[in-house]
Every structure is written in C-alpha cells, then in structure tokens.
C-alpha cells in the first residue's frame, strides 16, 4: 500500500551490473533494455541490455535490477494526459 513507501529515495549502483532502489511507488515499464519506475523523486529510466527485476516489493517501496547498465536518467516533470496536452 501507499502508506507504507519509503519516502526517501535511494539508489545505489554497484559495478554497473546491480542497482538497488528504494522509494519505488510503481514499474511503469520494463523490458530487457528498459525499466522505468515511478519514484518519490520523479521517474527513474534505466537503461542497458539484460536487464532483470530480481526483486521488487512496492509495499515497502524497494527494488533490486540486475543486468548492464548502460545509463540512469530522472525526469520529474507532472505526466499530461489526453488531448489537454496539445492546446496547452
């Protein structure tokens, strides 16, 4: 539940082949190449080739990817949805 995620976020990379999140509210998306995933601090993409979950548990907000990675981009910005979107 909402509650119980951590309200700070973490993230700490080892060798580039593990990445240990915390603060994680929800996996918008993932696939060997991709995984991006909604944090207290704005969405985290990571990017690379192999890419696994090997554990996640969104009650406590936590989250531990393995595989290459390659590169780690954050954006913050409010999603806009729907055709509001273009007449702004």
Do not use: P
Not at 43 to 72: C, F, P
Request: charge should be negative; hydrophobic fraction near 40%.
């Amino acid at each position: 539940m909402q509650e119980n995620i951590q309200t700070v976020h973490t993230l700490s990379l080892s060798g580039r082949e593990r990445a240990a999140v915390t603060g994680v509210s929800d996996v918008e998306l993932f696939n060997e190449q991709l995984v991006s995933l909604s944090t207290v601090s704005g969405t985290l993409t990571i990017m690379g080739a192999s890419l696994h979950i090997s554990q996640l548990d969104l009650e406590n907000g936590s989250l531990l990817i393995e595989g290459q990675i390659d590169a780690l981009e954050y954006d913050d910005r409010q999603k806009k949805r729907g055709l509001s979107r273009l007449f702004k």
